[in-house]
Every structure is written in structure tokens, then in C-alpha cells.
């Protein structure tokens, strides 16, 4: 008695739609999961980003809401905290080419001005919390 042989599971026709199957029930579902996760961190940075600028006139908020770098040190290139003396020589370095005087563009050295206020402003508040908190 010759039978044929009984199908064997496994041939490549089979596997080929295992391997389909799963990509499409596994891998669609988890791509679109990891590309969900992405977008809600950048919407929640972008958040935070534009509640710390909303708030940035105060200067009573706390670290956690400030952004990294304020825009006006941004500006002058200087990390937060930094002193009176690099605000100042950073200032000066900026104004050498921004100043009207030399061919700068008014409108610019106006709002460099502003930028420079705003950032000496937080220089000396900071400096006066520092000089009360070591006087207790």
C-alpha cells in the first residue's frame, strides 16, 4: 500500500503567511504605538515650552517651569546663572556690531537693549537673593 505522503505543515507558501500575519497583528499596532508615544512628548515639550514663555516676565516661578536658558542670555550667548561682569562684556561685544553708529540696524539694537535690561534685571535680583540668603 503506497499512500501519499500527508501534508506536512510547514512549507514555504505557509510560512511566508505566518510571518505576513504576524507583521500586520504585531508590528502595525506596536509602530503606531511608539509613533503615538513620540508625538504626545513633543506635544508635552512644546507645552512646557510655551507655558515657561508665557510666564517668563516672572521671575518668582519656580526652576522647574523656567526654560533652560532665558531668551534675553540667549541672546548674548551666556548660560544661566552668570554674572553682572560676563553680561556686561558680552553686551559690549554685541554692540560693537549692532550699534547704529556702526552700521547696525536700529530696530535690532533697540530690542538688544531691551534684552539687555531684561537680562540685568535678573542678574541683580538674583544677586540680591544671594546677598540676603548669606546675611541669616
Known amino acids: 500500500m503506497n ?53 517668563l516676565r516672572d521671575y518668582s516661578i519656580p526652576d522647574w517651569a523656567r526654560p533652560q536658558v532665558p531668551r534675553c542670555l540667549v541672546v548674548f550667548d551666556l548660560s544661566w546663572p552668570c554674572t553682572k561682569e560676563e553680561l556686561l562684556r558680552a553686551y559690549r561685544e554685541k554692540i560693537k556690531t549692532h550699534h547704529p553708529d556702526h552700521g547696525g540696524d536700529q530696530r535690532r539694537f533697540l530690542a538688544l537693549q531691551a534684552h539687555f535690561e531684561e537680562a540685568m534685571q535678573m542678574v541683580r535680583q538674583r544677586e540680591e537673593a544671594g546677598g540676603q540668603l548669606g546675611e541669616e
Do not use: K, N, Q
Open 3 to 55: 499512500r501519499p505522503p500527508a501534508h506536512v505543515w510547514g512549507d514555504s507558501l505557509d510560512i511566508i503567511s505566518l510571518c505576513v500575519f504576524v507583521v500586520v497583528v504585531v508590528g502595525l499596532p506596536a509602530v503606531g504605538f511608539f509613533f503615538a508615544v513620540v508625538d504626545v512628548r513633543r506635544y508635552l515639550r512644546s507645552l512646557r515650552r510655551a507655558i515657561s514663555t508665557l510666564v
